[in-house]
């Protein structure tokens, strides 16, 4: 009988950030079990008390350890301006009048950042966690650190202290340097970011990238000669590309060390038009990884709605794909195997050449699987919602292509070949792109009746609730619909629901991201009105029981479609952008990511960003409206929905309802407090099945 794993911890607090040492016999972690921002500890992997490493004002970031496994560096945030040691004084000082001089001052679930930096700090892990009590952890005196001074010892030293913000640190294989990136500092700049390499000891900073957009997430190659990293194809001042690349800086050693570039940054698979997958800042994501002999990369991209892991030479035109299917793997951790693919070295540990990753499909919210280096063997390792889902009835979801109304007509042989589902592509594969002229959607199937069997009549058409996606550049797929959740509560209840991937979505290439800028609402409303009427020939949907929902971009897309189209009998319009003049001004990435996507900046475009507003349209409505908001939304400022509530009570023309989530941010409905993210797709559901399924007077 196999012995149960060693309890790690057994409190009543935050855990987070798990990294296991080098030798994988101690694990950092955060935690906030003193009752303060997250710290940073150390504990021995087969249970015990934790160490305490650092004591830091503002919290610590999760553990990069250093190769031998003797040093931790970690990113932290430190105030540009110390605060009086006195409770009183402090009080005062934290009311003192803002003074901002950048455009860059906030970032949606953060808050205001303008008053602080991420600088890099070293911390050793050498202490024996076997004496009693916590060690010796160092208090910050915020912004008082001095350069130059990481040593070895039980007090955290910062390394870093420049103007800009420093993240995704990366010791070089001899533990001597460390890579990271870095945000610029100028007045007017968002998120532009370098790649820097510094001394362990927090000398000789140099930076090793300046062409390579928005460059992070460093890692060296074995033997310490070269970098990967991630950036797109150019560093402008404009926000919102998503063709994410991996990218490689060759190095060669000086005399001391240092190292310097010898060549500009090479793409990688330069014929390979599939983007890198990124988690959103302040997220890390995590590095590309090398193979053991420096030959290969390995990273997670997208392609047609899925995400897999795939791997390219330096000098490989394209990627090949090892980890793949009609599914996403959302994170993976790979152990290269020695001596590179095809070693079976007798040293090499049981855990090398393996590569664990997490996978999600539309029947199941997520597990945990594990497979040699090349991708064979794949094993499932957890099955953690087994048991719920066994007592559910979950839907037939299904890839559907659909003629995009924007291209030639669609293929002979009349309505019911409009759109076609396809067959499932086995793991290891990838889904072809659509051709030209077509586009993906996924349709949730109503799940069939009880009794309902092979000799029952055909279905009849069923209400459609058409869910429109974000971004505008996210997409949807083969995973878990967690942001819609609902669509899984409408199945049971008899209705379908179509999630379309319309010109501008990700994981199609860069030129199909780039079609609907300058022209949103205007080309995709189309593409998604295109897809309905084909489904209400096919006879899967009912053309007079119709409803439109959608978040961020798709609460954007919901508005323009009820001010463009009076097709739809109720529409949920979540955290929107409603009114592009006033996004520019109040968002976190307002005065840049409206420039990008409009294709010109506010002052000579005005009339663009007016036309391009559905608050410019907003008497048109005549569909039923519940408008969803977090109030501590700093993407999709929650004055864009207090616009469109404002304009349809005004208009006195159709039911609105307007609900507001305290101390909700942009991604609420997905990382925000359980009771919200339940109300939320509870009103959803409410809202279409009261409006959609009511004879219209």
Excluded at 78 to 90: Q, T, Y
Excluded at 190 to 204: I, P, Q
Excluded at 381 to 391: F, K
Excluded at 636 to 651: D, H, R, S
């Amino acid at each position: 009988m196999q012995a149960a794993p060693p309890a790690l911890h057994a409190r009543a607090q935050r855990d987070t950030g798990p990294r296991w040492s080098p030798d994988g016999r101690r694990l950092a972690f955060l935690s906030d079990r003193d009752g303060e921002p997250a710290q940073l500890y150390v504990m021995p992997a087969d249970g015990g008390e934790a160490r305490k490493l650092t004591a830091l004002d503002r919290g610590a970031g999760p553990a990069v350890w250093s190769p031998d496994g003797g040093r931790i560096v970690f990113a932290a945030r430190v105030l540009k301006e110390p605060p009086p040691g006195d409770g009183e004084a402090r009080r005062r000082w934290e009311q003192r009048p803002r003074v901002i001089t950048a455009a860059q001052y906030k970032s949606d679930g953060q808050g205001y950042t303008f008053d602080a930096v991420t600088q890099l700090f070293v911390v050793s892990a050498q202490a024996d966690l076997a004496d009693d009590g916590p060690a010796p952890a160092f208090k910050a005196t915020e912004g008082q650190a001095t350069e130059g001074q990481a040593t070895e010892g039980a007090e955290p030293q910062q390394i870093t202290f420049g103007d800009g913000d420093d993240r995704a640190p990366a010791w070089s294989p001899d533990g001597r340097r460390i890579a990271f990136g870095r945000n610029r500092s100028g007045r007017a700049d968002y998120n532009l970011s370098d790649v820097w390499v510094v001394d362990a000891d927090g000398a000789n900073p140099w930076r090793l990238t300046q062409g390579v957009g928005r460059a992070t997430s460093p890692s060296w190659s074995p033997d310490g000669t070269a970098i990967a990293l991630y950036g797109t194809d150019t560093q402008e001042p404009g926000f919102g590309e998503t063709a994410v690349r991996v990218w490689t800086v060759a190095l060669e050693r000086e005399g001391s060390g240092a190292g310097v570039a010898t060549a500009g940054a090479r793409r990688l698979a330069p014929g390979d038009d599939r983007a890198a997958v990124l988690l959103s800042p302040p997220q890390v994501t995590p590095a590309p990884v090398w193979s053991s002999d420096g030959r290969d990369l390995t990273f997670v991209v997208s392609q047609a709605g899925n995400t897999m892991v795939v791997r390219a030479a330096l000098d490989d035109a394209v990627m090949r794909t090892i980890v793949g299917g009609e599914r996403r793997v959302t994170s993976h951790s790979a152990v290269p195997q020695a001596g590179g693919e095809g070693s079976a070295a007798a040293s090499v540990p049981a855990t090398a050449g393996r590569m664990a990753y997490a996978v999600s499909t539309p029947q199941s919210p997520g597990d945990v699987y594990l497979c040699a280096w090349d991708g064979s063997g794949e094993r499932r390792l957890t099955a953690v919602n087994d048991a719920l889902l066994a007592g559910l009835l979950l839907p037939r979801i299904e890839r559907r292509r659909f003629p995009s109304p924007h291209a030639l007509p669609p293929p002979p042989g009349g309505a019911e070949n409009a759109s076609v589902a396809l067959p499932t592509a086995p793991p290891g594969e990838g889904t072809a792109l659509p051709g030209a002229g077509e586009i993906d959607g996924w349709l949730v199937h109503p799940i069939p009746a009880e009794g309902a069997g092979a000799g029952s009549p055909a279905p009849a058409p069923a209400p459609l609730l058409v869910h429109i996606h974000g971004g505008p550049h996210s997409f949807v797929g083969n995973t878990f619909l967690f942001e819609a959740f609902y669509a899984y509560t409408l199945a049971g209840e008899g209705w379908a629901v179509l999630a379309l991937n319309p010109s501008g979505s990700g994981s199609y290439g860069k030129e199909f991201a780039h079609r609907i800028r300058g022209r949103w609402g205007e080309h995709d409303l189309p593409e998604q009105l295109a897809a309905v009427d084909a489904l209400v020939a096919a006879g899967i949907a009912d053309g007079g029981r119709l409803a439109v929902a959608g978040y961020s971009y798709g609460g954007y897309m919901t508005s323009w479609t009820v001010t463009h189209s009076n097709r739809f009998k109720a529409a949920v319009v979540g955290a929107p952008v409603t009114n592009l003049e006033s996004f520019a001004g109040t968002s976190d990435i307002g005065p840049w990511f409206g420039p990008w996507e409009m294709q010109q900046r506010l002052e000579a475009g005005r009339e663009t960003f007016r036309r391009l507003s559905p608050v410019s349209y907003v008497e048109r409505v005549r569909t039923p409206t519940l408008i969803l908001h977090g109030e501590a939304d700093d993407r999709c400022p929650i004055g864009q929905g207090e616009e469109f509530f404002a304009g349809l009570v005004a208009a006195g023309r159709v039911p609105v309802e307007f609900v507001r989530y305290p101390g909700g941010s942009h991604p609420f409905t997905s990382t925000g407090r359980p009771s919200h993210r339940v109300d939320y797709m509870r009103r959803v559901v409410e809202w279409v099945r009261r409006f959609t399924l009511t004879p219209t007077p």
